[in-house]
């Protein structure tokens, strides 16, 4: 069992389900220097039985449980859930658990708010509706009083995390047009999961760079519920997913209007207002565009600022690291908040450069 020791009490005690994939071993490789946390379980079906040194050699030595079956676990022993499993197969484990155990879930399968349009883009009913009326949406800078009080919380797709970074401020002051909005937004390929899969194999992947999901993304409702929010009014945008033939990061080039009246250093300063006391979200200066590789490895995201050519017209550019801005950092960033512990615990590492 791998704890480490904390001056404010017992660490509490977290099972990660669905460890043997990418986010599962970020979440595992975050938390082992968490001071509030003992990692208890790790569940894996079909590596169950093997150490997670067999797994992840990089996180051998740490004196972790063995990986299990799920129905292996104990809940009595267990405090809090994080939950890495794979789209459709999570709401009956989430609404199975015990309700003294809180959750923040990784997968999609809480993120949209209305049951009927997750049957529309993941093709089968909603298998805990009942539970999904209490879940919380766990875009952390936004929703740090729900996610606080939440006992399930939706941690954010990676696509959404970082295209609603830069948009959402902006339009809940109706800085930018509602209705002209793309998104062209690019990801590492961990961000396709662990599963042997021939479209990611070495040579389909390298030296290429692809869309996918073209025209009907199952991020796309996601994105569009939360903005919808922060505009008052529905919105539809364009948004385009593509692969590139990187491990981990994400790229979001975001093409907008601006309302009658407002200058691109207009968008920069209410940016840069924002998220001035956010420890994880920062702009970048007037001339410089963030890349990739200023977030690699860390839970921050970055956003530039850039007129376009056409008038009236400017371009966001937001990154973060898919596997943790993007999933598991911000997961453990939501444990913080629902915990009552220091939101940047265990999640503060300076990006990893060059």
Request: glycine share 10%; net charge negative; aromatic share 6%.
């Amino acid at each position: 069992m791998a704890s480490t020791s904390t001056s404010s009490g017992t660490p509490i005690r977290v099972g990660i389900l669905g460890a043997s994939g990418y986010t599962g071993a970020e979440l595992v490789r975050m938390l082992l220097r968490h001071p509030n946390v003992t990692i208890a379980a790790l569940t894996a079906e079909r590596q169950a039985g093997k150490a997670m040194a067999e797994v992840f050699p990089h996180l051998g030595g740490y004196g972790l449980p063995d990986l299990v079956k799920i129905d292996a676990l104990d809940w009595n022993s267990l405090d809090f859930i994080f939950c890495a499993l794979p789209h459709g197969t999570t709401q009956e484990v989430i609404a199975g658990l015990p309700s003294h155990l809180k959750v923040v879930d990784l997968s999609a399968d809480f993120r949209l708010t209305d049951p009927a349009e997750y049957a529309v883009w993941y093709g089968h009913e909603h298998r805990a509706t009942d539970l999904q009326k209490e879940v919380v949406y766990g875009l952390t800078e936004f929703n740090r009083a729900g996610v606080a009080q939440a006992r399930v919380v939706a941690n954010p797709g990676c696509y959404p995390t970082s295209s609603l970074l830069p948009l959402l401020p902006l339009l809940s002051k109706g800085l930018i047009e509602s209705d002209r909005i793309i998104i062209d937004a690019v990801s590492g390929v961990s961000g396709a999961g662990r599963d042997a899969k021939q479209a990611n194999l070495f040579c389909e992947v390298s030296e290429g760079f692809a869309a996918y999901g073209v025209g009907h993304h199952r991020h796309m409702p996601e994105i569009e519920q939360e903005l919808r929010g922060a505009a008052g009014r529905p919105v539809t945008v364009s948004f385009t997913p593509h692969l590139a033939p990187m491990n981990r990061g994400m790229m979001a080039t975001i093409y907008v209007r601006m309302t009658d009246g407002v200058t691109v250093d207009d968008l920069r300063a209410a940016l840069a207002a924002r998220y001035a006391d956010e420890p994880f979200v920062g702009v970048t200066p007037a001339g410089v565009v963030p890349s990739t590789r200023h977030v690699r490895a860390s839970n921050h995201a970055l956003i530039g600022v850039v007129a376009d050519r056409a008038p009236g017209c400017a371009i966001l550019v937001s990154v973060i690291d898919n596997l943790v801005k993007g999933a598991s950092g911000q997961a453990i960033q939501n444990m913080n908040v629902m915990m009552g512990f220091g939101e940047t615990t265990g999640i503060d590492q300076a990006p990893l450069f060059p």
